[in-house]
C-alpha cells in the first residue's frame, strides 16, 4: 500500500468512526487529528545547501549523506564517530529527522 493510499485508508476509517458513533462529519482539524493520532507524520525535510544548515536551531538533528546523524551544537555539526564539522563540510544532501525549536 502506498503512503498515499495508507493516508486515505486512515482518514476513511476516521470519518467511519463519526457516522458510527452518531458524531458530525469531521472537520480539516478533525482529520489532522485523527492523522496525528494514528501515527502519521510529514516526510522529513531534506536539505542540499549547505546554507539551509546553517539556518538551522542549535540541538536540530540531521543524518548526512553517509548515513551519519549529527547535532548541531554550538555552531557545529557534531558526529558520534566522526568529530564535528561545519555547515560546508557535511555531505549533502541530509535529511532532518529532528528540528530544535
Not at 547535532?71 to 535529511?95: C, E, I, K, R, Y
Request: proline fraction near 11%.
Amino acid at each position: 500500500m502506498s503512503a498515499r493510499d495508507e493516508l486515505a485508508s486512515l482518514l476513511r476509517d476516521a470519518a467511519e468512526e463519526a457516522v458510527a458513533a452518531g458524531l458530525p462529519v469531521l472537520t480539516f482539524e478533525g482529520y489532522a487529528d485523527a492523522a496525528i493520532a494514528a501515527g502519521w507524520r510529514p516526510p522529513a525535510r531534506v536539505i542540499v545547501d549547505p546554507a539551509e544548515l546553517g539556518e538551522l536551531p542549535p540541538g536540530t538533528v540531521i543524518v548526512d549523506a553517509l548515513g551519519e546523524p549529527r547535532q548541531m551544537v554550538d555552531n557545529l555539526w557534531a558526529g558520534p564517530t566522526s568529530g564535528s564539522v561545519t555547515d560546508q563540510q557535511v555531505p549533502l544532501p541530509a535529511t532532518v529527522p529532528h528540528a530544535a525549536s
